[in-house]
């Protein structure tokens, strides 16, 4: 931690957050650094009838060199609205002080996009995430 102003968890739930916290944490003590390391964390989530397919089809083909891994990842994933607030609200919990949600239904929404240039939200707090989904829902 002593070049970097903290530490990214990347596509995890919020159960594992803790844990993830601590490590960047104790360098950054270790380090010698005053205040702690930002913490920023990753969630996918899909909402609505193609939720399912959208999750599966994602993860699927970006991780599928993880072979059996996977359906773990795809059981773990937000696919509700309520699941989705809990996994915002989890990684407040847990320290985090900002979180991208990241949509898996951006292939079929917009096919042209290559790789994964999929939309993301970068969100402050709990109550501005909770609200963002909302307002995307409403939309």
Wanted: with cysteine.
């Amino acid at each position: 931690m002593r070049w970097s102003d903290g530490y990214i968890a990347g596509g995890i739930g919020s159960g594992s957050g803790r844990k993830l916290h601590d490590v960047p944490d104790e360098s950054w003590k270790r380090a010698g650094r005053a205040g702690r390391p930002s913490f920023v964390c990753c969630a996918y989530f899909a909402l609505g009838h193609l939720a399912e397919e959208d999750i599966r089809t994602y993860l699927g083909d970006y991780y599928g060199y993880l072979g059996p891994a996977v359906a773990a990842m795809v059981e773990a994933t937000a696919r509700t609205e309520d699941r989705v607030r809990a996994t915002i609200h989890g990684f407040a919990d847990v320290g985090g002080d900002k979180v991208i949600l990241l949509s898996m239904d951006c292939r079929r929404r917009a096919p042209k996009i290559k790789g994964n240039g999929c939309p993301a939200a970068l969100l402050d707090d709990s109550e501005e995430m909770v609200s963002s989904l909302e307002r995307c829902q409403s939309q």
